[in-house]
């Protein structure tokens, strides 16, 4: 690698100091990056990663400290600014507009022109053509960025910043959203751009992905820097630590499974969407009380058509679902409620919660029109209120008090806050929809202790999620999703990662082979 | 069952398609004048509401900034004729100083009356719905009030533009000299009209201009993040649609006639809002579904001038004169419920955009 050579980092962020009303977001942070080098930024949700990001990326001005590029001294203005000196960002959230080609997502904001105020679509298109093969994939040019797969998506916000020759390179979380196999192919490619000359900086809170392909790690904790690490010399359980500021039980002990009689019973459900497409043509599973059953898949194979239909918000066009030995096929949200269903949606801002409502009034979103909440049409705001301190003290919500809006809270927050009012009564079925998505290590823990302890008291609990890791490490069983069938069941402590990962890819009936050997 | 199929033999049906075929052949150049003539304003409003919704702004005042336009223009043309005298008529289109004066004039009011709109749904981050009906209002009340005051003083207008007169050896070309003559024999504003269409479908789709007018109405963080300006793009696409609207505003009270009528735009705003969605957001297809609206009324101002006879005119006269004048809006109502879904309007049309937090 011929950035070791080079004396001068490619990035030095120098005393950086950021100060919102309040808080210190960043406070005196040390960054330098060298040319070649793949640098993780490893923090928890709100330690300040993406304040110093962003700080980069000129969208935010420090308080104190400076930046030095190869040396030398700059003022970042603007993303246009950090984009001309050679900083590029890939967005957790991609930054891509899906009606247009790839092509011109590409070349948005740095066009190729032709004559006058034309585009020269030709040259844009080739000069496409020719980094993405000079970096070892594919893509077609004129194709709708729309109809691409997450991981080709992913390709364009990268590809727009080489087509702007950056340098620096900041990724955040750029594995989030990927498959097991989608995110070696990212490694691949990352580590070709730093063999390139090129600098990249990978913000995570994975700590496996950023031992796996990072050269050197700083941890950020709370606006500072806490230790700078190399791969070969650390743990993940000490990156945990230094991470969250205590030691952290990274996989929680699931303990042993007391299964009890069987709890739901789902037969041939099929479910179409509004264009009356069958998303899922048909799905049976059991659960029985006291146990974990994953769902695996990648998003979009019918998870959510699943759920909804589970839960009542979708009508089944066909089949049986059971819980309990009670027959309770098409029943609407409020009946599920009351039969002791509980739910976690998976998009906790659009289904969850409803943000600019206090905390106590998203706490009692399920049971507000029973006692002790209601008397009749009148609502009780003293004994909501008492309840509500109860469950933020039990959950351990970290709120001012709970007539806050929901909105002011953090990820984790507003996600124990979902949990908390589910959670509190017996259930019979839980439903879990991406439970942990977006959180930090330590809510992650808060959270599988949760599910655990409801799995104990005799909940069946139905676990869908992304996060393949997630599944694997709670599951008594994990079924495997594809297309809308679930094309495999495996048991969750013996499952291989990969092989779960291959069929979540593919459905297992295009490598039969493979599939016998896993 | 069978009472109804024996009413039917009594009407000759294939008669009376012989007879409409036969009709509209002999009023082709009635109907394909008076159509593309109705389309010009419809299609300028329609552009202005490409322009501000391809950026990402829903602007429903189109019909509120046509009417200002209207009247604007033709009051600083009838008073510069006033101040200055009319003066000769160039040969072109018959423009005269005090007319060039009010069609500034009318641009000028169409571009503010936008600004206004831009600030409250841009800046202020008002419903945009809101505003545009806001525009829409205030133009109807205070042009009407304004006309009201100004005609008790009998103010006589500055004229009108001029058509272009195709010349006869075209017109009389075999097949396509009907075309050439409907298409050609206008004012200045519905021949500047077709070139603007096919002006801004370029723009839109092959220049800088275009892809990040595209971007900022789909996605506009995403064009944040790649260094263009979102809110600026905003404003200088919507301000500069309010030309567009304007020009609409000229047609009519410079143009198509001479005077100023409290509300003369009867709707044709909205119906340049219809044809935007039937055009899918596009110049070229907007120009399209105003021809189609254009052609009904078309239709139905050829039934008064020159009424059919035989039996289709006795099946004309069974239905009310007023329905074949309403006739252009219910087929607007019609065809807009067929597209309405299936066009798709920009992702972020009518979100007012926020600048990253400086978090």
Same mark, same amino acid.
């Given at each position: 690698m011929t950035g070791e050579l080079a004396s001068v980092p490619a990035l030095e962020m120098r005393g950086i100091t950021k100060r919102y009303p309040g808080v210190v977001a960043n406070d005196h942070i040390d960054l330098?990056? #060298?040319?070649?080098?793949?640098?993780?930024?490893?923090?928890?949700?709100?330690?300040?990663?993406? =304040?110093?990001?962003?700080?980069?990326?000129?969208?935010?001005?420090?308080?104190?400290?400076?930046?030095?590029?190869?040396?030398?001294?700059?003022?970042?203005?603007?993303?246009?600014?950090?984009?001309?000196?050679?900083?590029?960002?890939?967005?957790?959230?991609?930054?891509?507009?899906?009606?247009?080609?790839?092509?011109?997502?590409?070349?948005?904001?740095?066009? =190729?022109?032709?004559?006058?105020?034309?585009?020269? /679509?030709?040259?844009?298109?080739?000069?496409?053509a020719a980094l993405a093969a000079q970096f070892g994939f594919e893509l077609d040019p004129d194709a709708r960025v729309g109809s691409l797969s997450v991981g080709q998506q992913q390709r364009v916000e990268i590809l727009k910043?080489?087509?702007?020759?950056?340098?620096?390179?900041?990724?955040?979380?750029? =594995?989030?959203?990927?498959?097991?196999?989608?995110?070696?192919?990212?490694?691949?490619?990352?580590?070709?751009?730093?063999?390139?000359?090129?600098?990249?900086?990978?913000?995570?809170?994975?700590?496996?992905?950023?031992?796996?392909?990072?050269?050197?790690?700083?941890?950020?904790?709370r606006g500072r820097v806490i230790g700078d690490r190399k791969p070969g010399e650390t743990t993940e359980a000490e990156l945990a630590e230094l991470m969250v500021g205590r030691e952290v039980e990274l996989t929680v002990d699931r303990g042993a499974s007391h299964v009890g009689g069987p709890m739901l019973h789902v037969e041939g459900l099929r479910v179409t969407d509004e264009r009356k497409h069958e998303i899922v043509p048909g799905v049976s599973l059991d659960i029985r009380a006291g146990e974990i059953l994953g769902i695996a898949g990648v998003a979009g194979n019918g998870q959510d058509e699943l759920i909804e239909a589970l839960i009542g918000? /979708?009508?089944?066009?066909?089949?049986?679902?059971?819980?309990?030995?009670?027959?309770? =096929?098409?029943?609407?949200?409020?009946?599920?409620? /009351?039969?002791?269903?509980?739910?976690?949606?998976?998009?906790?801002?659009?289904?969850?919660?409803?943000?600019?409502?206090?905390?106590?009034?998203?706490?009692?979103?399920?049971?507000?029109?029973?006692?002790?909440?209601?008397?009749?049409?009148?609502?009780?705001?003293?004994?909501?209120?008492?309840?509500?301190?109860?469950?933020?003290?039990?959950?351990?919500? #970290?709120v001012p008090s709970s007539n806050?809006?929901?909105?002011?809270?953090?990820?984790?927050?507003?996600?124990?806050v979902i949990v908390a009012r589910e959670f509190e009564r017996p259930l019979k079925l839980l439903i879990l929809d991406q439970p942990t998505r977006g959180l930090d290590v330590g809510s992650i823990e808060f959270i599988h202790k949760q599910i655990i302890a409801k799995r104990d008291a005799g909940t069946a609990v139905l676990l869908v999620s992304a996060e393949l890791d997630e599944v694997m490490e709670i599951s008594d069983r994990i079924a495997v999703i594809y297309r809308g069938r679930i094309v495999a069941e495996l048991d969750g402590r013996t499952a291989d990662k990969s092989a779960v990962g291959l069929l979540m890819a593919t459905g297992g009936e295009a490598n039969p082979a493979e599939e016998a050997t896993a | 069952?069978?009472?109804?199929? @024996?009413?039917?033999?009594?009407?000759?049906?294939?008669?009376?398609?012989?007879?409409?075929?036969?009709?509209?052949?002999?009023?082709? @150049?009635?109907?394909?004048?008076?159509?593309?003539?109705?389309?010009?304003?419809?299609?300028?409003?329609?552009? +202005?509401?490409?322009? +501000?919704?391809?950026?990402?702004?829903?602007?429903?005042?189109?019909?509120?900034?046509?009417?200002?336009?209207?009247?604007?223009?033709?009051?600083?043309?009838?008073?510069?004729?006033?101040?200055?005298?009319?003066?000769?008529p160039s040969p072109f289109f018959g423009a005269t100083l005090p007319l060039i004066i009010g069609v500034a004039a009318a641009v000028v009011a169409g571009m503010l009356v936008s600004?206004?709109?831009?600030?409250?749904?841009? $800046?202020?981050?008002? @419903?945009?719905?809101? $505003?545009?009906?806001?525009?829409?209002?205030?133009?109807?009340?205070?042009?009407?009030?304004?006309?009201?005051?100004i005609s008790a003083q009998s103010l006589v207008g500055a004229g009108q533009f001029e058509k272009y007169v195709v010349p006869q050896g075209v017109v009389d070309l075999p097949i396509v000299g009907w075309l050439i003559?409907?298409?050609? $024999?206008?004012?200045?504003?519905?021949?500047?009209?077709?070139?603007?269409?096919?002006?801004?479908?370029?723009?839109?789709?092959?220049?800088?201009?275009?892809?990040r007018t595209r971007a900022s109405g789909e996605h506009p963080r995403a064009a944040e993040t790649v260094g263009i300006d979102v809110i600026w793009l905003r404003y200088r696409n919507v301000v500069a649609s309010g030309a567009l609207a304007a020009l609409g505003g000229v047609w009519l009270s410079m143009e198509q006639t001479g005077n100023f009528n409290a509300g003369m735009t009867q709707g044709r705003g909205f119906i340049g809002l219809a044809a935007m969605i039937v055009g899918r957001w596009t110049p070229l297809g907007a120009f399209g579904a105003a021809l189609l609206f254009a052609s009904v009324g078309g239709f139905s101002q050829s039934l008064t001038i020159s009424h059919p006879t035989g039996n289709l005119g006795d099946l004309i006269n069974l239905v009310p004169g007023e329905f074949w004048e309403a006739l252009p809006y219910i087929i607007t109502i019609v065809v807009l419920a067929g597209f309405i879904g299936r066009s798709i309007a920009p992702a972020a049309d009518g979100v007012p955009y926020e600048r990253e937090s400086a978090s």
């Amino acid at each position: 690698m011929t950035g070791e050579l080079a004396s001068v980092p490619a990035l030095e962020m120098r005393g950086i100091t950021k100060r919102y009303p309040g808080v210190v977001a960043n406070d005196h942070i040390d960054l330098d990056v #060298r040319r070649g080098e793949i640098h993780a930024l490893l923090g928890e949700n709100g330690a300040g990663k993406t =304040t110093l990001m962003n700080i980069l990326y000129g969208l935010a001005r420090p308080n104190e400290g400076e930046i030095l590029l190869d040396g030398k001294t700059v003022q970042i203005a603007d993303p246009s600014d950090a984009i001309s000196r050679g900083i590029s960002m890939v967005h957790q959230h991609f930054m891509l507009v899906p009606v247009l080609s790839v092509a011109e997502n590409v070349v948005l904001g740095a066009e =190729t022109m032709a004559r006058g105020p034309f585009l020269d /679509r030709r040259e844009a298109s080739k000069r496409i053509a020719a980094l993405a093969a000079q970096f070892g994939f594919e893509l077609d040019p004129d194709a709708r960025v729309g109809s691409l797969s997450v991981g080709q998506q992913q390709r364009v916000e990268i590809l727009k910043a080489l087509y702007r020759d950056a340098q620096i390179l900041v990724l955040d979380e750029p =594995t989030a959203v990927l498959t097991p196999q989608e995110t070696d192919e990212i490694f691949v490619l990352l580590r070709r751009l730093a063999d390139d000359g090129r600098s990249i900086i990978f913000i995570s809170h994975k700590l496996y992905e950023v031992l796996a392909i990072a050269d050197r790690i700083t941890v950020i904790r709370r606006g500072r820097v806490i230790g700078d690490r190399k791969p070969g010399e650390t743990t993940e359980a000490e990156l945990a630590e230094l991470m969250v500021g205590r030691e952290v039980e990274l996989t929680v002990d699931r303990g042993a499974s007391h299964v009890g009689g069987p709890m739901l019973h789902v037969e041939g459900l099929r479910v179409t969407d509004e264009r009356k497409h069958e998303i899922v043509p048909g799905v049976s599973l059991d659960i029985r009380a006291g146990e974990i059953l994953g769902i695996a898949g990648v998003a979009g194979n019918g998870q959510d058509e699943l759920i909804e239909a589970l839960i009542g918000l /979708r009508k089944p066009s066909g089949g049986k679902v059971s819980l309990d030995g009670r027959d309770i =096929t098409g029943c609407s949200p409020r009946d599920m409620n /009351r039969a002791g269903v509980g739910y976690v949606p998976g998009d906790r801002h659009r289904f969850g919660l409803i943000l600019s409502f206090p905390v106590y009034d998203n706490l009692i979103l399920t049971s507000y029109y029973r006692e002790p909440y209601s008397h009749g049409p009148l609502r009780d705001g003293a004994a909501v209120a008492e309840s509500a301190d109860a469950q933020v003290a039990r959950f351990d919500i #970290r709120v001012p008090s709970s007539n806050v809006a929901t909105s002011t809270l953090s990820g984790g927050n507003q996600q124990k806050v979902i949990v908390a009012r589910e959670f509190e009564r017996p259930l019979k079925l839980l439903i879990l929809d991406q439970p942990t998505r977006g959180l930090d290590v330590g809510s992650i823990e808060f959270i599988h202790k949760q599910i655990i302890a409801k799995r104990d008291a005799g909940t069946a609990v139905l676990l869908v999620s992304a996060e393949l890791d997630e599944v694997m490490e709670i599951s008594d069983r994990i079924a495997v999703i594809y297309r809308g069938r679930i094309v495999a069941e495996l048991d969750g402590r013996t499952a291989d990662k990969s092989a779960v990962g291959l069929l979540m890819a593919t459905g297992g009936e295009a490598n039969p082979a493979e599939e016998a050997t896993a | 069952m069978s009472g109804i199929p @024996d009413a039917l033999n009594a009407i000759p049906v294939l008669g009376i398609v012989f007879q409409l075929v036969g009709y509209l052949l002999a009023n082709l @150049d009635s109907i394909s004048n008076t159509t593309v003539a109705i389309a010009v304003p419809i299609t300028l409003a329609a552009l +202005c509401g490409v322009l +501000c919704e391809r950026s990402g702004v829903v602007n429903i005042g189109l019909e509120g900034i046509m009417l200002t336009a209207a009247f604007v223009g033709w009051f600083a043309a009838a008073a510069a004729a006033g101040a200055i005298g009319t003066g000769t008529p160039s040969p072109f289109f018959g423009a005269t100083l005090p007319l060039i004066i009010g069609v500034a004039a009318a641009v000028v009011a169409g571009m503010l009356v936008s600004l206004l709109h831009a600030w409250l749904s841009i $800046s202020l981050r008002v @419903d945009q719905i809101i $505003s545009g009906t806001i525009i829409n209002i205030g133009a109807a009340g205070i042009t009407g009030y304004m006309y009201s005051l100004i005609s008790a003083q009998s103010l006589v207008g500055a004229g009108q533009f001029e058509k272009y007169v195709v010349p006869q050896g075209v017109v009389d070309l075999p097949i396509v000299g009907w075309l050439i003559n409907a298409v050609l $024999s206008q004012g200045p504003v519905g021949l500047l009209t077709i070139a603007i269409v096919i002006f801004l479908q370029v723009m839109l789709f092959r220049s800088r201009w275009g892809l990040r007018t595209r971007a900022s109405g789909e996605h506009p963080r995403a064009a944040e993040t790649v260094g263009i300006d979102v809110i600026w793009l905003r404003y200088r696409n919507v301000v500069a649609s309010g030309a567009l609207a304007a020009l609409g505003g000229v047609w009519l009270s410079m143009e198509q006639t001479g005077n100023f009528n409290a509300g003369m735009t009867q709707g044709r705003g909205f119906i340049g809002l219809a044809a935007m969605i039937v055009g899918r957001w596009t110049p070229l297809g907007a120009f399209g579904a105003a021809l189609l609206f254009a052609s009904v009324g078309g239709f139905s101002q050829s039934l008064t001038i020159s009424h059919p006879t035989g039996n289709l005119g006795d099946l004309i006269n069974l239905v009310p004169g007023e329905f074949w004048e309403a006739l252009p809006y219910i087929i607007t109502i019609v065809v807009l419920a067929g597209f309405i879904g299936r066009s798709i309007a920009p992702a972020a049309d009518g979100v007012p955009y926020e600048r990253e937090s400086a978090s």
